[in-house]
């Protein structure tokens, strides 16, 4: 279906809510009181690689940290009820066939983090966990793989993760694998090859869900293609208001509609903002080329740190990410969007969402631009449930 300005109009006095005007004291208030309720519920943290290089006793998320995005009192102060924790694999890996080690040691950590902070986690591998979960006070974690590198082009490995946990695989990283192309790498496929169709169908099978974030235009639009179950972006925002080859489309999700599934808009400047946007694509071949020039890994990470205080991106206020929400609820319909931060995977945030404390401010602004209760808590979790919940009925022993 084309969006025209008629239906765009449509779709937003739909979304109003059809009271009085609320003051930013009423929004404040109503903003608490839903994520008191709503199963907020984030696609996309990566607080697990920052801890494990460092251990639990270094980095003791019981404690409120000065630094970093996420800890359990943050975590709470924003009423997070639902994580997809990151089991990310760096693309290194794939060259030096560990990334299936190296995704076991991620998914055991998320594990034993979950059981570290037991009154606080616990691991969650069905939508009815999560719901219970919740309901008794805690935060339900879920595991998501970073990169279908991680399976080393094997579907028992596949099946294998999703024995230990794992509810969704983003199908890249920043790297193309051999059976699907990256959106910041050189194509080599157009796409998914036959074994790429292989994974999604496996994945269908298995109740898993399909990330598509990270992953190629054309990657995407042949998931869909193939997909019988809904498929989600974990942590991606909307190309139309920032180009950068990790957003979505317009036409991808127009699919995502057909499909049933989920863009979980992603809070880096750099998916949020068209200057951030052309700065941040530059990112990626000069990422290469240090990792060309030298195997050690504290230089490496002197010269990305160099690079990027040489190319800054320029602020942005937190109300962009309410932008690319409704702009993706316009193209795709207010079924299919949610929140998927990218926490602790960033370098910088925008400005007034600087951690996972300030989920509340996302709220504020949905009720602020008159968006109703209803599609905001849509929007917070309800989204994201559904999926998890669909994708589980279409699996298959």
Not at 324 to 350: C, K, N, R
Request: net charge negative; proline share 6%.
């Amino acid at each position: 279906m084309k969006i025209t300005p008629l239906l765009a109009l449509v779709f937003l006095v739909a979304c109003r809510s059809d009271g009085p005007e609320r003051s930013a004291e009423d929004r404040h208030a109503a903003a608490q009181r839903i994520h008191a309720s709503a199963p907020v519920f984030d696609g996309h943290n990566d607080l697990p690689g920052e801890i494990r290089g460092k251990g639990f006793d270094a980095y003791d998320i019981s404690q409120r940290l000065d630094h970093g995005h996420t800890d359990i009192p943050r975590l709470r102060a924003g009423g997070v009820g639902a994580q997809f924790w990151s089991a990310y694999v760096p693309a290194a890996e794939m060259r030096t066939k560990t990334a299936a080690r190296y995704a076991r040691e991620q998914i055991e950590l998320i594990r034993a983090m979950c059981a570290r902070y037991p009154a606080d986690f616990e691991l969650a591998l069905t939508v009815a966990d999560v719901e219970r979960i919740r309901a008794a006070g805690r935060i339900a974690g879920l595991i998501g793989i970073e990169g279908g590198h991680a399976i080393e082009s094997s579907l028992d490995i596949l099946r294998e993760f999703h024995g230990r946990g794992a509810r969704y695989m983003t199908l890249t990283h920043n790297d193309t694998t051999d059976w699907a192309d990256a959106a910041t790498d050189e194509p080599q496929h157009g796409g998914l090859t036959s074994f790429g169709e292989d994974v999604v169908r496996e994945m269908n099978r298995l109740g898993m869900l399909i990330d598509i974030s990270h992953v190629s235009a054309d990657t995407m639009r042949d998931v869909l293609r193939v997909s019988r179950a809904p498929v989600i972006a974990s942590h991606s925002s909307a190309f139309a208001l920032a180009p950068h080859p990790r957003n979505v489309p317009d036409d991808v999700l127009r699919e995502i509609t057909r499909n049933g599934g989920l863009v979980m808009v992603n809070f880096a400047p750099a998916f949020l903002d068209p200057e951030a946007a052309r700065i941040a694509v530059a990112w990626y071949p000069a990422m290469r080329a240090i990792e060309a020039g030298t195997s050690d890994q504290k230089e490496r990470a002197e010269r990305f740190d160099a690079w990027r205080k040489s190319n800054p991106l320029p602020a942005v206020p937190y109300s962009r990410v309410v932008d690319h929400i409704e702009h993706i609820a316009e193209v795709a319909g207010v079924a299919h969007v949610g929140l998927g931060s990218d926490f602790d995977g960033i370098p910088s945030t925008p400005v007034g969402l600087e951690d996972v404390s300030r989920y509340p401010a996302v709220t504020e602004e949905l009720l602020r631009r008159g968006w109703s209760e209803a599609d905001v808590r849509k929007v917070l979790g309800e989204n994201a449930v559904r999926v998890l919940r669909e994708c589980e009925r279409a699996a298959r022993p």
